[in-house]
């Protein structure tokens, strides 16, 4: 458990991270030319992009351009003056990123850059690109407050979309609420992160959402349980799933045995999502040979949701670390791959 402590109180203190970086973006003003503003792209990898992902989730409905999220190392066709591009890179020094920040400014985006430090800050400042410098010294996936907030901060002050004071003020308090029950102090009877850990463990996790609001969470719990707890891990969506997943349950049993599904769900589901999670879950998979559970975020709002949702498979994940002896927070085959790309 002690070479967990760095990732599971990195954990823990998202409340706060959230509110420094709230307290960050008082201080911070946005120049941009709303009025030419098409589409918003952020571009970024791994921990650094899912703050895109929540961010399209939570606003995407109500902004009035769509909100896209780009992984790779170019930026699309449709890509011009009339595109906000939001590059964002914790280290600063995300290869695929910087190339997209390079070709985005060649196609004179409207660039805006969050990042730590790195390459990226120094290129933003050569360039005059609008740069939201955040703290140092995490793992990019255990900072996710850090890079969430911004985004949506810059796309309120934009005045693209409302601010929602209120939905981010019980967000912060049903984190700081949920924590102590999911943190490592509480023992596994009263903790879920560490009940669901053990549901994981020695299987294959399939983590199940909708197409809604939980989807980007089920990748997260999917990428989350990757990096931290350096194993296999799948994601899918309702009601696609529907429509081939379903049939796989079957054959070969060995296989299946090793399967452990867990269904987000949440009120914002469609409600005939709810109802094909609720008859896929019972009826459809009863025969099943695999573990499966279904798991309802908390909250009023659909921040709060999301965010309940997100800390319990953070947990989670780094429990699963634990129980298999890992240490959750380096991620050897990530670093020695990009020495072998240099
Ligand atoms: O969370 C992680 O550690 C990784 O997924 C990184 O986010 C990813 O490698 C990209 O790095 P960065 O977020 O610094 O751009």
Known sequence: AHD???MLGAIYKLPEQMELAL???????VSLDRSRVKTILITGLGGSAVGGDLLRTYVGDTCP???LVNRGYTMPSYVGDDTWVIAISYSGNTEETLSAYEEAKARGAQLTAITSGGELAERARRDGV????VPSGLQPRAAVGHLFVPLLSLVQKSGLVAER???MEETLQLLRDMRDELAPTA????NLAKQIALRLHGKIPLIHSSTGLTEAIAYRWKTQINENAQTLAFAHSYPELNHNEIVGFDVPSELIERVEVIALSSTFDHPRVQKRISITMSEVLADARCGRSQLAARGESALAQMFSLLLIGDYASAYLAVLYGLDPTPVVKIEQLKKRLA
Do not use: F, G, N, Y
Not at 130 to 133: D, R, T
Not at 187 to 190: E, L, M, P, R, V
């Open 4 to 6: 967990a402590a760095d």
């Open 23 to 29: 307290d960050l973006m008082k201080r911070t003003a």
């Open 65 to 67: 351009v769509p909100i």
């Open 130 to 133: 609008p740069l939201v410098s």
């Open 165 to 167: 004071v209120e939905e």
């Open 187 to 190: 023992q596994t009877a009263h």
